[in-house]
């Protein structure tokens, strides 16, 4: 596999909160999509899903109290230390920095206290690099009919994978490519908390109105209420992940509006099985109905490292046409997963089958397949490409 280098920046000894911000713009720069700092260790970077050493220092406990105070604020320290932890974002711009004029550079900044290594208290910041352009959904080779899926009239589009498979990115692509191609969609979206900013002077329709929660109201749920009145086109949601959000979720698709949401699920048949089961038994079987009535498309993706040094998406989808939904209603819904998972195996067009065709073409190595698929699922394939 070829080597992922990153040369460390040269903090010259001292973590103030100029050399930092400059440093987050030298990553950025560098195409790492996360940084990790934590007390007593060095600073560490993602980097095409690789971690790589970017200090050559180890960061003091005590630096860290000043930085934060200093860029996030000093309210963020309380909330660490009570044991909370804290959620914001870190917006850079500014030639100084190396930033282009009208151009910014934006994080989304999680902060919480644990023990690392010999440091019993330490102060843990993980941040994740929002690109300050909008991704082309046109570049990420999409499959023609899962791009013409994702603009459908109306109805709900689940969006799901892992913590960093590339979900807010490919939405931020599906939003951006409305804004130029289709200049009638009203885009308004909820987000916690708002990583890629959507809109300019490219957009073509409204500019799109992009809500934070907490600060602009106060959930996904009472924001898909809000929707409601405001005569959207396009809905997007941050995640669907209680019962609240996915009813509100549901009934968006089923009043003729577009909605997007995310979740947190391994496979279509898990994310048909999550979105049931956070009802109570005796609602699940009407739900899912109404689940069945509203879903339009539901695709997991995940990334996954290559040989090149690099990454690849791959994507399993189902797109719930009239078809596939009266199959569907003449079975008892605890059946749908099973026979959604039957049909994806019987086209060749699961996760696994993706990532091994990948295999197979010298594009990721055996340790990645596992790590997607299983050993047994690898011993399995082996076999039956000798047979």
């Keep these: 596999m070829s080597d992922v280098t990153f040369e460390p920046f040269d903090f010259h000894g001292e973590l103030n909160p100029d050399n930092f911000k400059r440093f987050v713009v030298y990553a950025a720069e560098r195409g790492v999509s996360d940084i990790l700092i934590q007390g007593g260790d060095y600073i560490w970077v993602e980097l095409h899903g690789r971690q790589r050493r970017a200090s050559h220092q180890t960061v003091k406990q005590g630096q860290l109290s000043a930085l934060i105070s200093s860029v996030w604020g000093p309210d963020v320290e309380g909330a660490i230390r009570s044991g909370t932890g804290a959620d914001r974002s870190l917006d850079l711009f500014g030639e100084e920095l190396g930033i282009p004029r009208g151009k910014r550079l934006r994080a989304r900044c999680n902060f919480i206290q644990a023990r690392v290594a010999l440091l019993d208290a330490a102060f843990a910041i993980t941040m994740r690099l929002i690109p300050p352009d909008l991704p082309d959904i046109t570049t990420m080779g999409i499959e023609p009919d899962l791009f013409e899926a994702f603009y459908p009239a109306k109805g709900l589009v689940l969006v799901c994978g892992p913590t960093g498979s590339g979900k807010t990115t490919l939405l931020a692509g599906v939003y951006g490519y409305a804004g130029v191609a289709m200049p009638d969609r009203k885009v308004i ?33 009472a924001g898909l209420r809000n929707a409601m009145r405001r005569k959207p086109s396009i809905i997007g949601i941050g995640e669907a992940r209680d019962l609240e959000t996915i009813d509100a979720a549901i009934e968006a698709g089923l009043t003729g509006h577009l909605c997007f ?31 069945l009535g509203s879903l339009a498309l539901i695709v997991v993706q995940r990334l996954l490292k290559t040989t090149d040094g690099k990454r690849q998406a791959i994507r399993e989808y ?41 295999l197979q073409a010298g594009t990721i190595d055996k340790q990645e397949f596992i790590e997607l698929a299983g050993h047994k699922a690898y011993v399995q394939r082996i076999k039956g490409a000798k047979s």
């Design 189 to 221: 979206t909820y987000e916690d908390p708002i990583e890629f900013v959507l809109g300019g002077a490219h957009w073509k329709g409204p500019q799109p109105a992009q809500s934070q929660i907490g600060r602009d109201i106060a959930n996904f749920a």
């Design 261 to 291: 949401a995310t979740m947190h699920t391994d496979s279509v048949a898990e994310t048909i099985n999550r979105a049931i089961q956070v009802y109570p038994p005796a609602q699940q079987s009407a739900i899912a109905n109404r689940l």
């Design 318 to 358: 189902v797109i719930f046409d009239r078809e596939l939904r009266n199959e569907l209603q003449d079975q008892s819904f605890e059946r749908w997963p099973k026979m959604i998972r039957e049909k994806l195996e019987a086209a060749g067009a699961t996760l696994d089958d993706k990532a091994w065709a990948l």
